[in-house]
């Protein structure tokens, strides 16, 4: 992994971001709970963001989505609806929707009124499970759906409005490993087909890394956003965590531990 | 005595029984859904003093049932009673002071007409002896309320799933939560006018209960719902009717009682199936 100079860019100059946040500041009663936060995601490009828990990832994203003001900076962002991938989504085994109804509800479910089904909309809906590989359970109960499962549908949801930016929070904190990086080489396969700006949230970033291009890394409130190699530096994470971490390589795969106690055998 | 379809109050209750279960099966099915049987529940009990005022103020039930069932609604949602917290204290607090208030407006009515038809109406209602006027007035509160719920169908459905979700695409959750509620307190009134205020809540979920366990899709939920209510109405009715002859003092037995009997035993039939289904399954939960 090429160790970079250190140099922390924020903003790159002349990209076509699909998200660019300057000087994001915010509080919530009276709490900093992001501090001059800035970082851009352009399409094609698959970021992932980083922290522990309460550094503010969920603020970000609440920003991004238009749910919380910025109290300082500027936010730009898709004027059209973006792809949003919640994070813990439970549904009631007894809900009676369909992997398909949810994803149905993507294309339009905020208008107010009921639309009678079209062939195009239908196709529109199989388009989309297909690509996210939903086929064999787009017929169950949405609430009987396996982590993995259901984060396929919701993603299929988040799409079929054909969004420039998606935002994941936390997509991978209920699934094992497996379904992790299932899910996370769907999502950048995603991205990179269909010219997405991709943006997740994860406090372990290993199932991200194979495929990140940025990272924006949060810690109390700052940001501090490069490339993968710029970020992810036993250095540079030990100094935002303020606990030692270290960033391994073990057989090609890059690992980021924590804690004294580590012993590379 | 008449032939049961001579009978005049007859086909007032299978008008009346007919708009309420159609309503009360589509509206149930997303409180169902939506996990708020609890508020239905509250909403019926304070129909409780609605319909003890407007029996002492000598208009229609009806009218009494529909103003305190929007208002509270209305209320309820302002002051968050989905809240678990909330809702602790406004049933230990407001439910009990509402219905105190009726048990004195009840007592009212019964000295003042020296009868026990009042208490009798409100809390378990008296379908065969409501006025014809009431059915088109009852078939128009319907029809809105269904046109309202067609209205804010996809908001509320998508804030169902995922509140978070439904406002990250702009929907106005609370405004959309708020109209379903007072939607909701309409829809107890309609069910409180056929089995009274305290069996309303079983006419607006059984129904819907049943249907969510044999379709997976909310349209057909609600169309199994409206057809379950409207089944068990009916029977209900003929029941009700054949119930004269009937020991011990052959004057009827009360509409209300057959209605909630036969939902409840739908619900036995397709509940106890699945449970047992279940504990047959391999490793099922």
């Known amino acids: 992994m090429s160790a970079a100079t250190g140099t922390r860019t924020g903003v790159p100059p002349n990209a076509e971001a699909a998200l660019r946040l300057e000087g994001v500041s915010v509080a919530l009663s009276g ?32 920003v991004v989505l238009g749910l919380l003001p910025a109290g300082g900076g500027t936010v730009e962002r898709p004027r059209r609806h973006i792809g949003y991938v919640p994070q813990k989504v439970a549904i ?20 107010f009124g009921i639309r009678l089904p079209s062939r195009a909309r239908r196709a529109r809906v199989e388009e989309m499970i297909e690509a996210v590989g939903a086929g064999r359970f787009a017929d169950a109960r949405v609430g009987t759906l396996s982590g993995g499962e259901l984060q396929r549908v919701l993603i299929a949801h988040a799409l079929v409005g054909e969004p420039t930016l998606l935002i994941m929070d936390e997509p991978l904190a209920n699934l094992d490993i497996k379904s992790g990086h299932e899910i996370v080489e769907l999502v950048a396969r995603l991205t990179h087909e269909r010219g997405l700006a991709a943006l997740l949230s994860a406090h372990d970033m290993n199932a991200l890394l194979p495929h990140m291009d940025r990272v924006v890394y949060l810690a109390d409130g700052r940001a501090v956003s490069g490339t993968t190699g710029e970020v992810v530096r ?3 994470l030990s100094e935002l965590y303020r606990y030692p971490v270290r960033v391994l390589e073990v057989d090609g795969t890059v690992l980021i531990v924590g804690g004294h106690e580590v012993r590379v055998r | 005595m008449t032939g049961f379809f001579q009978s005049g109050p007859v086909h007032v209750a299978l008008a009346a029984g007919a708009v309420t279960a159609v309503v009360s099966g589509v509206v149930g099915v997303l409180v169902v859904v939506r996990g708020q049987s609890f508020a239905g529940h509250a909403l019926g009990d304070l129909g409780t003093l609605g319909g003890s005022g407007a029996f002492l103020a000598q208009v229609s039930p009806l009218w009494g049932f529909v103003g305190v069932g929007a208002v509270v609604a209305g209320a309820m949602e302002l002051f968050g009673v989905q809240r678990r917290r909330g809702r602790d204290v406004a049933t230990g607090v407001v439910l009990g002071a509402a219905l105190g208030v009726s048990a004195l407006l009840l007592y009212l009515d019964t000295t003042s007409t020296s009868t026990a038809g009042a208490t009798v109406t409100v809390l378990f209602g008296s379908l065969f002896a409501a006025s014809p006027a009431s059915v088109p007035e009852m078939a128009g509160l319907g029809a809105l309320g269904l046109v309202a719920l067609a209205v804010v169908y996809r908001p509320l459905l998508l ?21 379903f509620l007072v939607l909701v307190g309409v829809t107890v009134s309609l069910t409180s006018m056929v089995v009274g205020t305290i069996l ?11 249907a969510l366990r044999v379709s997976r899709r909310p349209p057909v939920a609600m169309v199994v719902a409206a057809g379950v209510g409207l089944a068990a109405t009916w029977a209900g009715v ?14 009827g037995w009360p509409i209300s009682f057959f209605i909630v009997a036969i939902v409840f035993v739908a619900f036995l039939a397709v509940e106890l199936p699945s449970r047992i289904r279940r504990r047959r399954a391999p490793g099922g939960a």
């Open chain 2, 200 to 210: 309303s809540p079983a006419l607006l979920v059984g129904p819907a209960a049943c």
């Open chain 1, 31 to 62: 709490r900093r709970v992001l501090d001059d936060v800035s970082f851009a995601v352009e399409r094609g490009e698959f970021v992932g963001i980083i922290g522990a828990n309460g550094a503010g990832k969920t603020t970000v994203f609440r």
């Open chain 2, 159 to 179: 804030s169902s799933v995922h509140p978070e979700l439904a406002s990250a695409r702009g929907v106005p959750v609370r405004s959309v939560a708020f109209g």
């Open chain 2, 238 to 251: 003929a029941l009700a009717y054949a119930s004269y002859r009937w020991p011990p003092s052959h004057s």
């Open chain 1, 234 to 236: 036993s250095d540079v």
């Open chain 1, 92 to 111: 009631d085994p007894d809900t009676p929707l369909r992997a398909r109804d949810l994803v149905t509800l993507g294309i339009d479910g905020e208008r």
